[in-house]
């Protein structure tokens, strides 16, 4: 299952897994859908999406009530700027007679994450910094994992 605001990354979505079987996608916001489905998963995975741009005190009871007991939560995300932590937002350019779009993200430390995780009932958390590959790209991800605690 996956959801997303973006429709250009559902049809890459569809391209890239056409042949899975079962997949569904649904355009929209995560937390909205998982407030209101009843499926519960064995895990939630988001990758650059709702874990990063989502109020963690929001996101995090959610998705914790949305996994069986042992089911895993990870995302990803590029790793603070060092100094820059909590709720950081960016004006993202639109059309030229739009406004720019307001985006937040929750920046914070790995060792942060964890504690956050552990607040919410998470257990096994871990956080770090995965190196980039070689090339020219110079910022990691940040990958974070935590269990649903019961």
Known sequence: MGI???PKQLAKARDRWSDVDGMELHQGDALAYLGETYTVFDAIY???GAGWFSDPGLLLPIVH???K???V???SQRPPIEGCYGCQASYIPRGPDE???VVKRWDY???VWALILKEHGYVDMS???IAPPPGTRRTGTLFIRGVQGS
């Open 4 to 6: 997303d605001l973006s």
């Open 46 to 48: 988001s990758v650059f």
């Open 65 to 67: 009530a949305n996994l």
């Open 69 to 71: 007991p042992g089911g």
């Open 73 to 75: 939560f990870a995302m």
């Open 99 to 101: 406004d720019p779009a």
């Open 109 to 111: 430390e790995p060792d």
């Open 127 to 129: 956080a770090s910094v």
